[in-house]
């Protein structure tokens, strides 16, 4: 009985000691001007950094066509980084665009050519 009444004062000790609550005069410090603006913060979705967007409307999956797409663009010239644009969901292509990163002598139809001959016709550049 007594190791009973020791080992509950010992949980109470515990659960006591690792509360959670503010003393007050922490909580008074941290008191709010009613009357002050307030600022919201939003975290706009990261833009990524593009010389050129695509669209290819045949595009639709991210399991096939998406890498079929890169690999294709990757290899024009001037080509640096191919990167998909944002997807609502991970499983399906609902934005069918591409951003590419440039770093030499690029053309747009040539490349735009090749993604036809990869089986992905209709592609145009994003204005």
Do not use: R
């Not at 509950?8 to 515990?14: A, P, W």
């Not at 967007?53 to 290899?75: G, Q, R, S």
């Not at 747009?108 to 089986?119: F, M, Q, R």
């Amino acid at each position: 009985m007594k190791l009973n009444f020791l080992v509950g004062l010992l949980l109470l000790s515990v659960v006591v000691g690792c509360s959670s609550s503010t003393p007050t005069s922490m909580v008074e410090d941290a008191a709010v001007d009613a009357d002050a603006p307030v600022t919201e913060v939003v975290e706009a979705a990261a833009e990524p950094t593009y010389d050129v967007a695509l669209t290819v409307p045949t595009m639709n999956c991210p399991f096939a066509c998406w890498p079929k797409v890169k690999e294709t663009l990757e290899h024009q010239p001037g080509v640096e980084t191919v990167t998909l644009a944002k997807q609502a969901d991970e499983n399906a292509i609902d934005n069918p665009t591409v951003y590419l990163s440039l770093s030499g002598e690029f053309s747009a139809d040539e490349s735009i050519a090749a993604l036809g001959e990869a089986g992905f016709s209709g592609a145009t550049v994003n204005q």
